[in-house]
């Protein structure tokens, strides 16, 4: 893993890192798989985070810690997908828009959470540079993640939402090429929650209300 952390390129006077512009690759390979509602977008999302894990590790520990949850959650969605993509007669998972009550379950886990990670990134300072905004992304990702292993339309909503903060704080950290992958992550999120949200009007009805997970 050490080898990956030597430099690539420069990329408009910025030292892009082997590991950065790895990882980010497959970062939108797992974007654009999930598109397509395939099932490999969960395993390609583990390797991102994997060489994004060696390529923060030791420097932005905090954004470290945030790709061992991703990975962990990358788990679980293969376990879902895996498990519900039966639900649609093209055999993968079925997008569906979330019920109000997971939408304000999933907007009060992000609120909650966004403090308690920033609190913490305050408390120890060599975990993050920019707490609030470092758990903004942590936090928004891991929801993002979550609503799309549920296949939630909204996911791409909390995904926008997080490329809006990830964009100029990537490249205020000098991680360039993440920041330059977040605009583009930007564009295939619009493209994305179209195809989704078209789907979802054909699809089956959303899940009833307190339906366990």
Do not use: C
């Amino acid at each position: 893993m050490n080898s990956l952390n030597t430099e690539a390129f420069t990329l408009f006077g910025q030292h892009i890192l082997w590991s950065d512009a790895i990882g980010n690759s497959f970062g939108l390979v797992a974007l654009a798989l999930g598109r397509r509602r395939s099932l490999w977008s969960w395993p390609v999302q583990f390797l991102s985070g994997l060489i994004l894990f060696g390529a923060f590790y030791g420097n932005l520990t905090g954004s470290a810690g945030k790709q061992a949850v991703v990975m962990v959650v990358a788990l679980y969605g293969w376990w879902r997908w895996n498990r519900d993509r039966g639900t649609s007669a093209d055999g993968h998972i079925a997008p569906r828009f979330a019920t109000w009550r997971e939408r304000a379950a999933m907007i009060a886990a992000a609120a909650a959470g966004t403090v308690a990670v920033a609190l913490l990134f305050k408390a120890y300072p060599h975990l993050s540079w920019d707490p609030w905004p470092d758990a903004y992304i942590f936090v928004g990702t891991v929801v993002a993640m979550y609503a799309q292993a549920r296949g939630m339309v909204e996911f791409w909503f909390a995904w926008l939402l997080v490329d809006l903060v990830g964009v100029p704080l990537n490249f205020a950290n000098g991680y360039a090429f993440s920041g330059f992958v977040y605009v583009i992550y930007g564009a295939l999120v619009l493209w994305g929650m179209r195809d989704w949200w078209l789907r979802s009007r054909r699809g089956p009805r959303p899940a009833l209300e307190g339906a366990p997970a």
